[in-house]
C-alpha cells in the first residue's frame, strides 16, 4: 500500500508542476503527458554494467609488482591453454588508460548508445586507503561525456590478496586486509558521499545506489541482520545530514534463499548477484580435470538464482547477467593445463559464449524483471570489461561489437536513430545513422549477419527471417512504392580474420549514399579462425562463402526492402576489397554486379604473382591455411586449383568482358621509379597489374590514387555508376 502511494504522490506532483506552466483546456494534455512519463519510468528497465578499474598505473600496483603496473600486460602475453578461448584477446578500441578522460569518453560513447545505463565501479576502500579509484575520479568523473552515463559505486568487500599471477602452490600474499569494524564502513560513507552529489550518479527511490560484494559476509562481520540493519540507517543519517534522501543500500552475492532473507532482514534496499558464472557444470568440470565448460550452462543456472533469490528475499532482486567467465590470463603461462593445484584464479573456463547466447540470457532477464511482482526495474551485466576474469561486452578481435548489439537489441539503443561504433583499425569512433533493419541474421553463425540502411529509413515488410530494426524503426515515411533503390554491399576488412560489418571507410561514405537515394548493406562473416574451427578448406572460403551467401540474402529480400536487383555494387576495404572483386568476377558475374569499387584489394591470390608483382609480398597463407608466405609459395602447385578459383586476377583472365562490371580501384600514392612498397599487403602495384590485365582484355577497369582522405572517391563513383 506504501509503495502504491507513494507512486500516486510522485504523479500528483507531475500533475500539479504540469498545472503551474499551463492554463485552460491545456492542463488536461499537460497532465496527460506528466501521466505518460510517469508510466514509462515505471516500465524502464535500467541496465547497469560492472566496470572494473585495473588498467592504469596507480601507487599500489607500482608497490605491490613493479612501476606501470595494470592488467593489461597480462592481456597482451596471455597463452592459449584450450581451443576456443578468446586468446590472445585485443579491445578493439585499443588499450585504454583507465584514468585518462578522453579514452574513458570512448567507453562512455559506446556503452551508452547500446542501452547501458549506469556504470557500477568496483570501490576498494581498506580503513581509510583506497586503490585503483584515480578510474573514477580522475578518468570517468572528468570525462567530456559522463552526463550520457550514471555511475555508483560497489564496495569490494574482501581482503585484497595477490591472484595475480602467484605461484598456485605458495601461501597467497596479503596486499590490502579489511578491517571489517562498522566505523570502517561509515568512514567509507563519509568519503564516498561526495560521489552521491554528483549528478549523474545512479539514484534509486531518489537515494543514491551504493552495493556491498559479499553482503552476507558484512552482515556476519557487523553481528547479524539486526545490527546491520542498525548500522545501515546510521549510514543513511550520514547522507541525510548531507540533504540527500538517504542511500539506498544493496546487498551483493546472496548464496541461498536463505542468504537472500538475511540480506532482507538486515535492511538492505535490494539484493543482488555480481555474476552467476559457478554453475554445477563449472564445478563438476573443475573435479573431473577437464577445467571447461559450454556457455550455454549458464542460462537455467541463471533462470534458478533469480527465482530462488527473488523468491527469498522480501526486498526487490536485480538479476545478474554473466556476460562469460575465464580467468586463466591472470594464472602463470608457465603454469601447465590441466591445472596441477586448483584455486582462484587456477579454475574452470567457460567456452562458447557468443553474442546470439548472451542475447538470449538478457531476453530471459528482462521477461523476468517484467514478471517480478517486487518490479526491481534494473539488471546487472558482468561485466563491461573485466578482461581477465573474462567478464567483457567491450568490443573486441573475437566478437567486434556483438554484445553491444545484443544489449541493444533488446533494450534498444540511445539514441535510436544513431549508431556509434569503434573502428578496428584506427581506433577511432564513429556514429551514423542507425540501421533501418539490424543485425539479420543470413545464417546460422553468430557472425553471419548484415546490417540494411534504406534510403530515408524507408522501409518495405518486415524480412521474414530475423530480427526488425531495434533503432526505433524507419527514419522516415516514405512509401513502399516509390522508385526502388540501388545497393551498396559493403564487405570489411581486416585479413579476414578481424573487422566489423561497418567500419571507418564505410563510416565516411555512408550518409553520402543514403542522402543520393542509395541503400547500404554492412556484411558480417566468418574469420578465418571461425571457419577453421567449422572445417573450411582453404579457411577463407568460409569468409568468401559467407559474403556471397549475404549477396543472395540481400536479393532474395530485394522485394521486402524496395531494392534494384539489375543495380548492385560491392565496395569494401583491404581482404573486403578481394572479396567485392571475387564476387563481382566469379563465374562470369553470374551475380549480375553492376559496379566494383575495391579500396587497396589484394588483386591477386597467387603467391608467385604476387612475388612477381610485389618482391616483398608477405600476406595471404594463412587464408590458404599456410603457417607464412614462405610455406604457401612451396606448397603453390598443391593449392592451384583454390587459387583459380580465388584469385581476382585469375577470374578476371576467364571472364568474358561483356559481363564484367564496371571497376573502380583505389589505392594510396603511386610508387616512384624503384620505390619497394612499404605496405605490400597494399601496395598501388595490386591497382596497376589488374588495370594492365583488364586493359588487356577490354574489361573496363580505371586506378584512383590518394590517401584515406580519397576513399571516398570510390564511393562517389560507385554511387553515380548505379544511378546511370
Known sequence: MGKNVLKQ??????IAAAARKMKGGLFV???????????????????????????????KGNEWFHKGFNEWEFVKDAKLRVPGQKVPLRPLYGFLDGKDPADVAKEIDLASNAGIDVFLFDWYWYGGEMTMQESLEQGFLRAPNRMKMKFCLMWCYHDRV???????????????KLPRTPEDFLNNIRYSKKFFHEPNHWMRDGKPFFSIYSAPRFVQDMGGPEKTRQLLDEARKIAIADGLAGIYFQGMNPWSEKAAKMLSDAGFDCIGSYNLATCPAAVACE??????????????????CWKEYSTGATVPYIPAVTAGRDVTMRCRNEEPFPWRTVRYPYGYICLGNTPDKFQSLLESAKKHVEADPKAPRAILIYGWNEYTEGGYIAPNNFDADGFLRAVAAVFGRKPASEYTYVNPSTKQLFTIPSATYENIPYGPH??????????????????????????????SCAAVGSARAPVVIYLHGGGWSVGAMEDHILGSAIRMLLDRGIAVVGTGYRYIRDAHADGVKPPVMGCLDDCENALRFVKAHADEWNLDVSRIGLAGGSAGACTALYLAL???????????????AQTSMDPQEMKEWIPNSRYGAHAFGYRNFADWLAHRAECLADIERISPAALARKINPARAPQIFLQYGA??????????????????EKFRELCAGRGIPCKVNYGGKAYFGDAFTWLASELQR
Open 670 to 687: 603511386p610508387l616512384k621509379p624503384g620505390e619497394i612498397a612499404k605496405d605490400p599487403t597494399h601496395s598501388p602495384v595490386f591497382g
Open 446 to 475: 553468430p557472425k553471419q549477419k548484415i546490417d540494411v540502411f534504406l534510403p530515408g529509413g524507408r522501409a518495405g515488410a518486415r524480412p521474414s527471417r530475423g530480427r526488425a530494426s531495434i533503432s526505433g524503426g524507419p527514419r
Open 287 to 304: 573435479k573431473d580435470g577437464t577445467f571447461t565448460f559450454d556457455y550455454s550452462e549458464m542460462l537455467p543456472w541463471h533462470q534458478k
Open 586 to 600: 566469379k563465374d562470369g558475374n553470374m551475380h549480375g554486379i553492376r559496379a566494383v569499387a575495391p579500396i587497396i
Open 162 to 176: 595477490d591472484s595475480f599471477r602467484d605461484d598456485p602452490r605458495a601461501p597467497k600474499r596479503m596486499l590490502m
Open 9 to 14: 504522490s510522485h504523479v500528483c506532483a507531475l
Open 29 to 59: 494534455c499537460a497532465a496527460l503527458a506528466a501521466l505518460g512519463a510517469w508510466a514509462d519510468a515505471e516500465k524502464k528497465i535500467e541496465v547497469a554494467c560492472v566496470y572494473y578499474p585495473h588498467w592504469h598505473e596507480y601507487p
